[in-house]
């Protein structure tokens, strides 16, 4: 996990700014986000990564292509899993500013995670921070937050955290918003060594006219949600080389969905208990051994009413276990590394899986390596795609688990300290695929297996950091699909056949001067043709922040946001109308 550290003073800085004394930032998942940014608003800033919104209100993650049940969060190593529905995958209750940059695991690094890619999190080292924040902007949106930490001793710290925020029709009028989050943190941590817990709520309730598919004409329904998380992890040694880590978790997530009039409510409840345990043995003539072993309990528990079609309601009262156990010994020459090994993952109601997992690098000069690999990976469906039962939405119970195999090639470079890069090329073929379907304009969205897909993809990504002050990332994807809707008589994908083709983005983080720093990210996207998208297939997103601490008082800094940069109008979900431009100001400081 790289952490680029921005001095605030810099050498060619006169004396008068000198003696400003504005203390030296992190690039975190916040930085360029308020301080109680959710989660969802930090990956907006990380190349090599999709988020489509609903509204900023409900985020679907994707990564190389996936559907939004491919891919999903970890926190310090741990894999965090919703089995109701995975539109939840992107849900932590932790603000962003505790958090470490997000790291994209895929491949041979994505044992026991996401189907295709996992986006971990680690918990940043305490240093004391006390903060807090105010902001406000168009749709009469307004947040408030603060993060206070204690060291008691130089190893020991304690925390707490708190927030709120809230809008008004964030894309339709009645779709407004609402989220309050608080939680503790004890960590304890030396040069080599961490140890985490942490325990946090977070509650949302918001309008989902339009959303997952719905038809924007009925409702308007709203949506609640309660999300627990106690967690408990530890870690020794470095994760590029030898070490040891592990962790638990109790998550509890509870969902409320109805329509106003009463003729359509369900309200579901998951629980999710895990625990992991992985590491690197100490290399002795080469030789060393990577291994993970982890377990997951889940339980759902839902009911509800339907005035448009009979019983049973809800997904039902459901309980299933996972385990899986990876085994990767590694021999490491002069150039060559090789890995080779392999993952069992454990059922309680489905087959066992024995899944290959193979990987070499070669160096081919001191700043220039090749690499490959060879993964496989499985998922069980959601509760909501196998039992789901809505006027937009119907389930399908007899969807068998989803898997993939996945082949890479490529080459990565550091040429300097100021730069590194990556290119590769990668084929998936998805077995059992599932995507939510239409047969017809009229028809309801329907969970269908696909049969096998084989996706096609190349990427590159560069990033470049001249100076401390300066940050520069770069990152492009292309990928086809060989499957189209129109193979199986179907009138359109939503999720999994609806899939950015080109994806190019850039983050810049600048601080030209000490009391100013400036960020933006920008990212251009082309979608293959879809029936229900109304506008066009080609989408230009963009983000800026401006950060200003005056010299004249220090303690305070005061940031610009804008969202949706210049205001396009394109469907990140096909028919679903997308949030105008946002623009909001903030008041932060550390005291």
Known sequence: MKKILIATVLAALTASATETNIPAIVVTAAAQTPENAAIHKALRAEPGVVLNSQGGSQNDLSVRGSSFSGAGLALGGLTLRNPQTEHFNT???????????????????NQGGHLVGTVNFDLLPMTGTKAGEIGFGSDHRDWQSVLLQQMLTDTLGIGVFAG??????????????????AGGHLQYHTDDAQIDFLAAHQEKEFGTR?????????????????????????????????????????????????????????????????AFFDGRTLEVNGWALGWRA?????RVASDGFSAFAPPPWGLGHHHRTRGG???????????????????????????????????????????????????????????????????????????????TQQTEIGLKGIPSETADWKLAAFHRRSHDTVDWIKATPAARWTAQNLGDVDVFGAEAAAGWYPAQNLDVQFAYTWIYKDKDADDFGAYASRYA?????????????????????IGTVQTLRWQPDNRVRENSDFGVLGRFVLRITPPCADFLTCSLLVDNLWDDDFQEFPGQRPADRKISVAFSTEF
């Open 91 to 109: 849900e932590l209750p932790i603000p962003a500013a505790m958090l470490s940059r997000p790291q994209v695991l895929t491949g041979l690094d």
């Open 164 to 181: 709120r925020e809230s809008a008004n029709g964030v894309d339709y009028d009645d779709n407004d918003y609402d989220r309050e989050y």
């Open 210 to 274: 339009g959303y997952y598919g719905a038809n924007p004409a009925w409702g308007p329904p709203s949506e609640e949600t309660e999300d627990t998380l106690i967690y408990l992890a530890a870690r020794k040694g470095d994760l590029n080389a030898d070490y040891l880590r592990g962790g638990v978790s109790w998550h509890q997530f509870r969902d409320y969905y109805a329509v106003p009039d009463g003729t359509y409510w369900n309200r579901h409840r998951s629980r999710i208990s895990s």
């Open 294 to 298: 982890d377990v997951e309990e889940e």
């Open 325 to 403: 156990l990876s085994l990767l010994p590694q021999w490491r020459g002069d150039r060559l590394k090789i890995t080779a090994g392999a993952r069992g993952e454990f059922f309680t109601d489905e087959s066992s899986e024995f899944l290959p997992q193979v990987g070499l690098e070669y160096l081919l000069s001191d700043n220039l390596t090749a690499f490959a690999s060879y993964t496989e990976t499985v998922r069980l469906p959601s509760y909501t795609e196998l039992n789901y039962n809505s006027p937009a939405s119907l389930g399908n119970a007899g969807l068998k688990p989803q898997s």
């Open 497 to 517: 056949l609806d899939y950015p083709e080109h994806l190019a983005q850039a983050s810049v983080l600048w601080r030209p001067v000490a009391p100013v720093e």
